[in-house]
């Protein structure tokens, strides 16, 4: 089986910019989560969805959002970009919701200049 | 809400030593404990989970072991190897959640 796929795998982007992220999760997983990792502030919990529903938020702005597709892929956008949002964003999809194993991918690397 | 320490922050062993890394967290309701491996330039890779409802797991050369009283566990590896050294994560979450609490991490250092 295929793995988690993440595109792009870096980005480049300015101050006040917006991005969006792509996740794929493993075949016949339906829940994504996507963490914020930094030096830092380490791995941080965004959100996740499970089939196209939000059912956990993280402790981030309203400039992080996202959203599942009926195919299970992700996405997560950033508006406003700023200088901290700088970080390796991960998704992680698990078989089902609640408790269950997270398989990470190998991540998108953001630069904010 | 639940916060999890890890300890060491860094861990240098010669080859064939035993390493062990340490967490706690606070959250009693939390109930599942994965460990990751984290090489440079990659994600983190799971390589070993624990439920409460077990003290001890093991697989090759891994270990972890889970104390719910004192709200501890702990990551063993044996017979290290070079290709051991990475970041290590430990983390917790609750039944029901798919938040993960990460630990700070370990940078393990595996010396031929």
């Known amino acids: 089986k295929a793995g988690v796929t993440q595109t792009p795998r870096y980005l480049i982007k300015t101050r006040g910019q917006q991005v969006t992220l792509s996740c794929s999760p493993i075949?016949?997983?339906?829940?994504v989560s996507w963490y914020q990792q930094t030096p830092g502030q380490g791995l941080q919990f965004l959100f996740e969805?499970?089939?196209?529903?939000?059912?956990n938020k993280g402790n981030f702005p309203g400039r992080f959002s996202g959203r599942q597709f009926s195919n299970s892929r992700s996405e997560m956008n950033v508006s406003t970009l700023e200088l901290g949002d700088s970080a390796l964003y991960l998704c992680?999809?698990?078989?089902?919701?609640?408790?269950?194993?997270?398989?990470f991918g190998p991540g998108t690397r953001l630069l904010v200049l | 809400g639940e916060n999890v320490e890890q300890h060491p922050s860094t861990l240098s062993v010669q080859e064939g030593d035993s390493a062990v890394i340490k967490c706690t967290y606070s959250d009693s309701a939390s109930n599942y404990f994965p460990w990751y491996k984290q090489e440079l330039g990659k994600g983190p890779q799971l390589i070993i989970d624990?439920?409460?409802?077990?003290g001890e797991k093991k697989d090759q050369r891994i270990a972890v072991t889970l104390n719910k009283t004192a709200k501890h566990f702990s990551l063993h590896i044996t017979e290290t190897q070079p290709e051991d050294s990475a970041v290590y994560f430990c983390?917790?979450?609750?039944?029901?959640?798919?938040?993960?609490?990460f630990g700070t991490g370990t940078r393990l250092l595996v010396s031929p």
């Open positions: 075949s016949g997983h339906r829940s």
């Open positions: 624990i439920r409460s409802n077990v």
């Open positions: 969805y499970f089939s196209e529903t939000q059912r």
């Open positions: 992680a999809s698990s078989s089902l919701a609640g408790g269950e194993t997270q398989y």
């Open positions: 983390a917790a979450a609750q039944r029901g959640f798919q938040k993960l609490v």
